[in-house]
């Protein structure tokens, strides 16, 4: 049973190169070869130069020289007609199918040889149901050429849709450059109004102000402006609490480091002025050290120059006051 054939262009292609080997090996066994190379040759150019819509000629045509060799040894009609080879392969193809004018014998109608293999013999005989395959060309032409409609349709639609996809991108691209400046210049109002807003509050000027000076130049309402202010009223709020609660936290640590403070100073004055009280008793205990000595002294002297008394009693006394003098003295 012969295989199934297709009738593709890339089938096609593939017996015709089977089939050219095959003639090339029969030739060459052919006892009358130099006479019939020349004009297989002269042939096999002719379908090697082909256009696609001559394909299934040709691969008749030469199934048909195939044949010829194989059963006679040579070549006959139409290879061998003088005009054959100024026409197509497709008018040759449906001369070769009428009886030969000068032997009154249809070539085609010659049955094959038992050494044709099975494949060439499954074409050969597809060549002969022509009409049928024609028949299946068409409706295979018509469903491709309602896919090709409804591929071209699709084809529209799609141009269509790339078309308004590209003008929807460019549009998205404007908008997205016309927010990316917009964000740009809110950026630089942003940090223009930041930094104002920080320097005055460092400038020690009301905090109430500070959100209304960071925000005003965004504000398009009244909605805005009273957000604004309520922001600035929450802000004032919470720095004189921070504030309430820094002094707080710090008023302990300050009372403790006044009191050390006083306590300090405290010690120091005390040991200064018991230092000075000091060295002030020390000098008027000298000073009075001093000035008993002297009255010692003038004692002295104007009790030696008065007393007329005993001379042991003088004694006694100016001995006496010797003494005092010599423990005062002792005393500097």
């Known amino acids: 049973m012969a295989k199934p054939f297709s009738l593709t262009e ?32 002269r042939w096999l150019n002719i ?8 394909r299934f000629s ?3 045509m030469l199934l ?16 061998t007609w003088p005009g054959s080879f100024q026409l197509d392969l497709r008018t040759l193809h449906q001369m070769s199918l009428k009886p030969n004018p000068a032997i ?6 010659c049955k094959f040889d038992e050494s044709l293999n099975e494949e060439e013999q499954s074409s050969f005989s597809s060549c002969e149901n022509i009409v049928e395959a024609n028949r299946r060309l068409v409706k295979e032409n018509a469903a491709l050429t309602k ?19 590209k003008h929807a991108i460019k549009r998205i691209n404007d908008q997205i450059y016309m927010l990316d400046k917009e964000n740009r210049y809110l950026k630089r109002n942003f940090a223009c109004s930041s930094i104002s807003a920080l320097k005055r509050l460092c400038n020690g000027q009301d905090p109430a102000m500070f959100f209304d000076t960071m925000f005003s130049v965004f504000c398009e309402d009244v909605s805005d402006h009273q957000q604004v202010q309520h922001f600035n009223e929450l802000f004032k709020t919470l720095l004189h609490a921070h504030m309430d609660h820094y002094r707080r936290q710090q008023r302990a640590p300050l009372m403790e480091e006044a009191s050390q403070s006083f306590d300090n100073l405290k010690a120091q004055v005390s040991k200064r002025y018991k ?14 050290t001093l000035s008993a000595m002297r009255y010692l002294a003038v004692l002295r002297k104007l009790f030696k120059a008065t007393f007329k008394g005993k001379a042991s009693t003088k004694k006694a006394v100016l001995k ?3 003494h005092n003098y010599e423990l005062m003295n002792e005393m500097l």
């Open 10 to 41: 890339e089938k096609l292609d593939d017996l015709f190169v089977q089939e050219v080997v095959s003639v090339v090996k029969l030739v060459d066994m052919l006892p009358d070869k130099d006479n019939i190379v020349p004009t297989c040759t």
């Open 47 to 54: 379908f090697q130069q082909s256009t696609p819509k001559e």
């Open 64 to 79: 048909l020289l195939h044949k010829q060799l194989n059963d006679h040894k040579s070549l006959g009609y139409p290879f």
């Open 58 to 60: 040709r691969n008749y």
């Open 275 to 288: 230092n000075v009280l000091g060295m002030k008793l020390d000098a008027e205990s000298h000073e009075l």
């Open 104 to 109: 009154g014998k249809d070539v085609v109608c």
């Open 320 to 322: 006496f006051l010797q």
């Open 147 to 165: 896919e090709s409609m409804e591929l071209q349709c699709l084809i529209d639609k799609l141009q269509v849709k790339r078309a308004a996809d």
